[in-house]
């Protein structure tokens, strides 16, 4: 089982949808989870961290399950500018941190 | 603002050559990385660095080599380049002092030919 898993996409919604993506990882030691974003060609910054008890940014909300080892983003009311690849990343102390391969995200009008 | 800037954007190298990609952060972060990223394969750990001197492999540090000598710096050392090393190099640090956060330099596309 791949250590970080991720469904590829490409996702493709009109603006305004609701989108989710899903991640599952195999490392139940794993302590801290993020999900970062990668443009066209740039390199992948963090778009927030996930906390237990879920966490909400705006119109992006991420939640955990430890027991199920599962992380998710949601993403309300899309816009252009959401469109991207999403990367989901664990990582255990003391470790590098663990990419999944990213979710292709496409929002058009 | 967290700043990892890397030598160069884009290298053309012939096969055999010893190639030298550099970087460097600004925030006295102790913990330095790199990646390389390719179509399907996402992003892979050549070598990461938790401090000066130090180093570790990653998942894949065949045919590389790294150097740390000064904290700011990480440097990544392709011994005699090869086709399958055309890529996209990423540089990154680490904030461990508090989330853990990786910030990422612009990337090196490297193509060997």
């Known amino acids: 089982r791949k250590e970080v898993e991720q469904d590829p996409g490409p996702f493709n919604v009109p603006e305004g949808a609701t989108v989710a993506f899903n991640c599952t990882y195999s490392?139940?030691?794993?302590?801290?989870f993020f999900w970062y974003r990668q443009d066209c060609r740039k390199e992948p910054k963090l778009l927030m961290s996930?906390?237990?008890s879920g966490n909400e940014d705006g119109r992006f909300t991420a939640q955990l399950n430890r027991a199920s080892q599962y992380i998710s983003l949601l993403i309300r009311d899309s816009k252009l500018s959401d469109s991207a690849t999403y990367l989901c990343?664990?990582?255990?102390?003391?470790?590098?941190?663990?990419f999944g391969k990213g979710t292709t995200l496409s929002v058009s009008s | 603002d967290v700043k990892v800037t890397q030598s160069s954007r884009y290298l053309v190298k012939r096969t055999g050559e010893k190639v030298f990609l550099e970087c460097v952060q600004d925030?006295?972060?102790?913990?330095m990385f790199w990646y390389r990223q390719d179509p399907g394969l996402g992003l892979r750990l050549i070598y990461f660095?938790?401090?000066?001197?130090?180093?570790e492999k990653g998942d894949i540090p065949e045919g590389y080599s790294v150097s740390r000598e000064k904290k700011e710096r990480f440097s990544l050392i392709l011994e005699s380049a090869s086709t399958n090393q055309t890529s996209m190099y990423l540089c990154?640090?680490?904030?461990?002092?508090?989330?853990?956060?990786?910030?990422f330099g612009p990337g090196t596309r490297l193509t060997v030919t």
């Open positions: 990154a640090s680490r904030d461990t002092s508090s989330s853990y956060e990786q910030y």
């Open positions: 490392n139940s030691a794993s302590q801290s």
């Open positions: 996930v906390y237990s």
């Open positions: 990343v664990v990582n255990k102390a003391g470790t590098a941190l663990i």
């Open positions: 925030m006295d972060h102790e913990n």
């Open positions: 660095s938790y401090d000066v001197k130090m180093k």
